[in-house]
Every structure is written in structure tokens, then in C-alpha cells.
């Protein structure tokens, strides 16, 4: 029996999500992430890869990406989070999710998607709806950035709705 099963995303409410169908222990390797392996060069070139639709895109290393947009690739049904339970691992071409923390029977599996913080931040909401979300895909390690803007803007307004 697979470790997931597909159904109706609690994060991507027209999407679908992958969903754990027993407790997965932390470390487990969960499932393979499938592609075509692609040069940097494709991606630059190609319109497949336009960021005002979803893209399954994986940068593996500096020259190559992973284009994982085929229905095979049932890894691509996992949706962001920023309170992440899976995460994504690998050696060589080789990539894989695995639990980064015990998960329970029925909880949505999800990876942070590791999107840059750049002038295009806001084209990718976010939806995880978790404690911690910054309201915005990106990576765990540049969300300061978010929150810190989140947190000037409800100063300001905390001020202007004390005058």
C-alpha cells in the first residue's frame, strides 16, 4: 500500500493534494519526484515555463532543471506550506520527498517550494493558512523579509488608528 493517496486539497481548494494513509515516520522516503531533465537554456527559451501558470519546475543544479509536469509525476500534487512536513531530497539526478517530522494518518503532506524573494514575491500567494505563513510562496529562510514588512504595515496602522 503507497504511503498517500490523492483527493481534494485543504490548501489548493481547486487543486488536488496528497494525502498520508498511515503515520509516516521522520525520514521516510515518501515518494520520487519524476521528470524530464531539462537545460537552463529550455527553461529560459521555452513559454511552458510562464509564471502566470502552474510550473512544476525543480532547479536540480546550476546547469540543469527537472520539469516535472507529467501526469506520472504524482509528487506534483503536493502542494506549499510554510509550516512544511515533507521536503524534498536526492543524490545526483536522483530527487525524492521525504517526512521532515512524523506524520499523522489523514494530514495533507506538503514541502516549502523554496520560491526566491524577489520583485516577483507577490505573483504566488500563498494559501497553507499555518501559524506562520508569511502570505506569499517563499523560501523558509527569506520570509523574515515578508514579516517584517507585515509587521511595518500593522505599526502604521496601529499608529494612525491610535491619532
Not at 506549499?80 to 512524523?102: E, F, M, P, Q, T
Not at 500593522?154 to 491619532?163: F, Q, T, V
Request: with cysteine.
Amino acid at each position: 500500500m503507497k504511503p498517500y493517496r490523492i483527493k481534494k486539497s485543504d490548501i489548493d481548494k481547486k487543486g488536488r493534494g496528497l494525502y498520508a494513509t498511515k503515520d509516516i515516520k521522520e525520514g521516510t522516503k515518501i515518494i520520487d519526484y519524476l521528470g524530464k531533465l531539462i537545460t537552463k537554456k529550455q527553461t529560459e527559451e521555452s513559454d511552458k515555463y510562464d509564471n502566470s501558470k502552474p510550473i512544476y519546475l525543480f532547479t536540480v543544479n546550476k546547469k540543469y532543471d527537472l520539469d516535472g509536469d507529467f501526469s506520472w509525476n504524482t509528487a506534483r500534487l503536493i502542494n506549499h506550506s510554510c509550516s512544511n512536513n515533507c521536503d524534498y531530497d536526492g543524490k545526483g539526478l536522483k530527487l525524492w520527498v521525504k517526512a521532515i517530522r512524523d506524520i499523522k494518518k489523514g494530514e495533507e503532506l506538503t514541502c516549502d517550494y523554496g520560491f526566491g524573494y524577489d520583485e516577483n514575491y507577490k505573483q504566488f500567494p500563498c494559501k497553507c493558512k499555518s501559524k506562520n505563513c508569511c502570505g506569499y510562496i517563499v523560501r523558509a529562510k527569506t520570509r523574515w523579509r515578508i514579516n517584517k514588512k507585515f509587521a511595518m504595515k500593522n505599526k502604521d496602522k496601529l499608529i494612525n488608528n491610535s491619532r
